[in-house]
């Protein structure tokens, strides 16, 4: 498997509930970025976490990382109808180069 | 200002032929990335620049194809002798520095028919 992998591929919920996707790396890193991606708008970067930091808020975004585990996860609360997109974490492994390794991502879909 | 903005938009080439997409960063930016998107899947890092450093190569798939950027300004990504497998989305992506958030453009739609 490849660096930064998000599970679920696929969430389908209910616009008011919570949706939860997780993202699995495998070498240490710089930073963790997660961005969005639908067919209207493009890539959109969501938020940045650096390795030395544990969580971060954005809005009704909110991202962990847990370093030992090689893992993060991003949270959106009270999703809405235009929430729905494809949800990549990105890394850059801490080897000397920033080349970021984008996982396959995670399709939301939020039913009105 | 303005954003990361790519061209063509859509390009459609016969196999053999060679295809120069072109990438303009936001003004300032010194890092400049070029990922491939293939219908369904995740983006797969071709390249990226720094400034005046040598670039990251690392990811361009064959030599057929090879990518220039012009001090911290516009890049190309040339592909040669395309292939149908280089069909795909080709996104670049520009940020202030390295380990920075990344900017996109739209993308170049490359269909090799």
């Known amino acids: 498997s490849q660096q930064g992998e998000e599970d679920p591929q696929a969430l389908s919920i209910q616009e008011g509930e919570n949706a939860t996707m997780n993202c699995s790396y495998k070498?240490?890193?710089?930073?963790l970025q997660w961005y969005r991606q639908n067919s209207g708008r493009g890539l959109v970067h969501l938020i940045l976490?650096?390795?030395?930091?544990r969580e971060k808020h954005s809005g009704r975004l909110r991202v962990t990382l847990d370093t030992s585990k090689k893992s993060s996860s991003l949270l959106i609360t009270a999703s809405r109808a235009a929430d729905t997109a494809s949800y990549f974490c990105a890394t850059d492994p801490s080897s000397g180069t920033y080349k970021y390794i984008f996982g396959t991502g995670t399709r939301l879909k939020v039913l009105a | 200002g303005a954003g990361v903005s790519q061209s063509p938009s859509n390009k459609v080439t016969e196999k053999g032929k060679d295809v120069e997409l072109r990438c303009d960063p936001i003004s300032g930016h010194t890092a400049l990335y070029w990922y491939r998107q293939r219908l369904g899947q995740g983006l797969e890092f071709l390249i990226y620049f720094q400034g005046n450093s040598a670039p990251d190569k690392s990811g361009l798939p064959s030599d057929r194809f090879s990518a220039e950027r012009t001090g911290e300004s516009v890049s190309t990504l040339t592909i040669q002798r395309t292939q149908q497998e280089d069909s795909a989305v080709y996104l670049c992506?520009?940020?202030?520095?390295?380990?920075?958030?990344?900017?996109f453009g739209p993308g170049t739609r490359l269909t090799v028919t």
């Open positions: 070498t240490s890193i710089n930073n």
């Open positions: 976490i650096r390795s030395n930091e």
């Open positions: 992506a520009s940020s202030l520095a390295e380990g920075y958030e990344q900017y």
